[in-house]
């Protein structure tokens, strides 16, 4: 026997597999569920803030009669409206 026919035949290149588990949402910020019961200018977020933060927009809010949500959204525009002033000057 020659070495040419012990040699192992030549097998042909697999197919590319699909990839395992959920296909990607290409954006899955602004996906069907994260928007669910929500007007169009609200989306959902998970943010992770220091404990004693949020107990103090918590007590803020309790206080102001205020939802969470709407003491949050007084507190960032409070906070973002000096930064977008000082951009617009750059």
Known sequence: MNKESEAEPIK?????????????????????SVQEGLTEDYTRATFIVRRDLLDQL????????????????????????DKTDLMKRK
């Open 58 to 81: 918590k007590d803020y809010a309790y206080t102001e009669r205020l939802s969470l949500k709407d003491a949050i959204n007084e507190a960032l525009e409070g906070f973002l409206s």
């Open 12 to 32: 042909e290149p697999e197919k590319e597999k699909a990839g395992k588990g959920r296909p990607r949402n290409p954006d899955p910020v602004r996906g069907v």
